[in-house]
């Protein structure tokens, strides 16, 4: 009976670590099947492009929601951060230096967002939504709602590529490998799923939590901002309104990867697979012209479920951990 027990386990163990790679695998060939220029190298490569930003974003909110935290404010924070970026490039022509203006903005807001969590205890959720609000004020204050056009050499590095592969990909690997890292080798990393899981706990045990908090918030700022880079270079324009809802699709990516909402899971593997089966549902969509309305509604079931999921999920493990304990 223990051995089934335990092999029970194993495979309820197994089969939720990796379904998630089957659920791409079959959504993959049943596009494929749906219409068969999904797999052709020039959907593949317009699929790469459209997700390369929103899964750089979700790298972010990954480590962000491991941590216990949220960022809804990254759609439009990347738009300020892009907009003055596109507009420092037109005044200087100075590429390295339109890159550190996004970031330095994009830091900026993100450490307005911990010091409102950390200092004044208001959740992530309250703070960063305020956030939203006011980037995007400052993106359409800033440009009087208007965009800026004729951004010439700022567009290499969202269009350009490397051979066949688009630059932004080796933005995304790059970033993959960095929250990679991060999460699985350094104390950092440690510290952001012990905080998620008790923070009283991690508290207890001597990890400075605001601190941390603090720093998962600069390091979201970096990626917010190199992602706003990227998506003004892929539009060729300095969009006041774009990136809208581009932090709902991160954050999608990230729940469907396997972070858990409540803190203390997820993995930078996980989030990827998400985000691929985001875009791969998103242009499955697009080619069989299912309408937008009907797409938002997709979307905002999908997310749902997810959410669903991973609480039901949670609820079982701990009913596992009670009835270990009572043994």
């Not at 593949?44 to 962000?64: C, D, H, K």
């Not at 300020?80 to 230096?97: C, E, I, N, R």
């Not at 350094?186 to 510290?191: D, K, L, P």
Request: charge should be positive; hydrophobic fraction near 50%.
């Amino acid at each position: 009976m223990r051995d089934n027990s335990r092999q029970h386990i194993s495979w309820s163990g197994l089969s939720r670590r990796y379904s998630i790679y089957l659920v791409l695998v079959a959504l993959i060939v049943i596009s494929s099947i749906i219409n068969s220029n999904f797999i052709s190298a020039q959907n593949i490569s317009n699929v790469a492009r459209q997700i390369s930003v929103t899964t750089i974003l979700a790298f972010g909110e990954t480590m962000l929601i491991i941590c216990g935290l949220l960022d809804l404010s990254s759609g439009s924070v990347l738009a300020l951060s892009g907009l003055l970026s596109v507009a420092s490039y037109k005044a200087t022509g100075s590429m390295p230096l339109a890159i550190v203006v996004a970031i330095a903005i994009a830091v900026l807001c993100n450490l307005i967002n911990a010091i409102i969590v950390t200092r004044f205890s208001v959740p992530a959720f309250i703070a960063t939504l305020a956030m939203q609000e006011m980037a995007r004020g400052s993106a359409l204050l800033f440009s009087k709602g208007q965009n800026i056009y004729q951004i010439g050499g700022y567009t290499i590095l969202g269009q350009g590529s490397v051979g066949p592969v688009p630059i932004p990909i080796f933005f995304l690997l790059g970033f993959f490998i960095l929250t990679w890292y991060i999460l699985n080798h350094t104390r950092f990393g440690r510290a952001l799923y012990a905080i998620g899981g008790n923070q009283e706990a991690a508290k207890a045990s001597g990890i400075a939590v605001n601190q941390t908090k603090v720093l998962a918030f600069v390091l979201n700022g970096v990626i917010v901002g190199i992602a706003g880079v990227l998506f003004m270079s892929r539009v060729n324009a300095g969009l006041p309104n774009g990136g809208i809802n581009y932090e709902f699709q991160a954050l999608t990516s990230s729940i469907i990867g396997g972070t858990s909402f409540s803190g203390g899971l997820g993995t930078a593997g996980g989030t990827v697979v998400g985000a691929l089966i985001v875009g791969c549902l998103n242009n499955i969509m697009n080619l069989a012209s299912v309408n937008s309305y009907m797409q938002q509604i997709v979307r905002g079931a999908i997310i749902a479920l997810a959410v669903m999921y991973d609480i039901s999920t949670k609820n079982r493990r701990s009913k596992r951990f009670a009835k270990t304990i009572s043994k």
